[in-house]
């Protein structure tokens, strides 16, 4: 579900390149203190075995920093004391033998792991585990990374008129602007003129969406119960999609007792519309919005007073949607479709008349700071048809243990169905999250920015936007905060003004349904531990 409601001696100058790495991309703030270091030991650090993924056991290891040793009282006592608070709120329901707590912080000059407590355990990391999927993206196909969605001719084209089929060969692409508001329609406005300069002016036969190696659009695993399908949160991914599967519908009052101007988009999209939404006195806001596999709604009303208002929801095919979206593209573009829209798997290749091409890079701020989860789950699919052929969760999957393995990380430190974290079979530790972030910040100066920049931002961006503002940790923590029922997470970078910066996570595990727990006592729990990294008496 969507949390928006989601080394020593031998090692120190693999550490040193990471915090090199880290203190380059403060470009407006005092840059870390770091020492330089050589190509040699960025590639060491970039090949150094995972220790994250059991405790130490050297008994000749050195003893805890003063650091460490007031980092670890202080989280012990704030999880003692918060856990006594979920007691009290749930009367008794949530107490220490279902609430757990995980939590590891790392040093990043030192090497230092400062918190260990329960840091091996795997439990459900909800959207922290888009770190993960966005990660492999990152390493497996790189920064400057593309989808291409050829467009083929599966015929002759001869005088404007192509005797056959219009192919279009699924990439996984999102179909996604993260300023668009939904309105991706011109996104294939430019695939349809690319068409007509090639020469287009009708289509004999079908336009066929050729889904591949994707498996159809469906809920993943463990998934929430049917009843929350609808929702945003859920939306489902494929081969073809439309704004990564959501609809956006933008409601504007008018004058009382008149209806309400109302738009809904991505447009069209290709079921009925049942649209009643009247203007009422005051704020109130009573919008009910949805989609089912022949209609879509939006009905309620919407106070004068308040203006607009915005709403969210699943389209329930997103490869069906995509093909109506290009249908329409064509039509305005005159360029006539004889035929219908139809879905086919492995045809033959065609003629390339024309490309869709959307990048990567500005999807992961709408995974890793917005959480939308279908956008994850099409970057997942996406890796696996792109590494293994295999546009599938298990070959998403695949490609992620790649990506661990290929930042020296044991591929059984996570355990992933889903590229969102909405599945509750999806398992993270706080210790391996900690390693993920250490080796993904560490790895070259530009793909470190991106990944970080994609991250939300304490009391400024994203999911973090209005949580400890006003605080030292503002503007300071970089971080991808999680939430389904029972689970709430939180795992990121800090850089503290004066002191090292250091990795974290968080993980917690609590009766799923106790739901107000999390915004009670477990967002607040995270908060204070990581107000205590910018304790400069810690």
Request: proline letters at 6%; glycine letters at 12%; charged letters at 20%.
């Amino acid at each position: 579900m969507a949390d928006r409601q989601r080394p020593q001696a031998s090692a120190r100058a693999a550490v040193g390149a990471l915090a090199a790495a880290l203190a380059l991309l403060s470009c407006s703030r005092e840059a870390v203190a770091a020492p330089q270091t050589t190509p040699a030991a960025a590639a060491a650090q970039a090949a150094r075995p995972a220790e994250a993924a059991t405790p130490r056991t050297d008994r000749h290891a050195p003893l805890p920093s003063a650091r460490a040793r007031a980092l670890g009282a202080g989280f012990g006592a704030a999880i003692a004391r918060w856990t006594g608070e979920a007691r009290r709120l749930s009367q008794g329901k949530a107490h220490g033998n279902n609430v757990r707590v995980a939590a590891c912080v790392r040093a990043l000059d030192s090497g230092e792991e400062l918190v260990a407590l329960r840091a091996g355990e795997l439990l459900a990391p909800a959207s922290n585990l888009k770190l993960a999927t966005t990660a492999a993206a990152l390493i497996l196909l790189g920064r400057g990374a593309e989808w291409v969605t050829p467009v083929e001719a599966a015929g002759p084209l001869a005088s404007g008129t192509l005797e056959g089929d219009l192919v279009v060969r699924a990439s996984g692409d999102p179909l996604y602007d993260p300023r668009g508001e939904g309105r991706v329609e011109e996104r294939l406005g430019v695939v349809a003129r690319e068409l007509h300069a090639a020469g287009l002016r009708r289509v004999r036969g079908d336009l066929v969406l050729d889904e591949g190696s994707f498996e159809p659009p469906g809920p993943g695993p463990a998934w929430p119960d049917p009843s929350q399908h609808w929702a945003e949160y859920c939306a489902l991914s494929g081969g073809f999609s439309a704004n990564a599967g959501v609809l956006v519908a933008q409601v504007r009052a008018g004058a009382v007792g008149a209806p309400a101007q109302l738009a809904v988009h991505p447009s069209p999209h290709g079921l009925q519309s049942a649209y009643d939404v009247r203007t009422v006195a005051g704020k109130k806001v009573d919008v009910r919005v949805g989609a089912t596999r022949s209609t879509v709604t939006v009905k309620g009303t919407l106070g004068k007073d308040l203006g607009e208002y915005r709403a969210e929801f699943a389209h329930p095919d997103p490869v069906a949607w995509f093909g109506t979206l290009l249908a329409d593209a064509l039509r305005r573009e005159g360029i006539a479709l004889e035929g219908s829209v139809r879905r086919a798997r492995g045809l033959p290749p065609g003629r390339v008349l024309a490309t869709l091409r959307s990048p990567l890079a500005p999807c992961l701020e709408g995974i890793n700071a917005e959480s939308r989860n279908a956008l994850a789950d099409q970057v997942f699919l996406s890796l696996g048809h792109a590494v293994s052929g295999a546009g599938t969760r298990a070959g998403g999957a695949r490609a992620v243990e790649g990506a661990l393995e290929r930042l020296g990380l044991p591929a059984s430190s996570l355990r992933q169905v889903d590229g969102s974290g909405l599945s509750r079979d999806d398992r993270a530790s706080a210790r391996a999250l900690c390693a993920l972030l250490e080796r993904v910040l560490g790895s070259d100066p530009a793909t470190a920015r991106l990944y970080r920049d994609s991250l939300a931002v304490m009391g400024r961006k994203g999911t973090l936007e209005g949580r400890l503002r006003g605080s030292p940790a503002e503007g300071r923590v970089f971080a991808k905060t999680g939430w389904i029922a029972g689970v709430s997470a939180l795992s990121g970078y800090a850089e503290p003004e004066h002191g090292s910066p250091c990795v974290f996570s968080i993980l917690i595990e609590y009766p799923s349904e106790l739901g107000g727990l999390n915004t009670s006592c477990f967002k607040p729990l995270q908060d204070e531990l990581v107000a205590l990294l910018f304790d400069e008496g810690s």
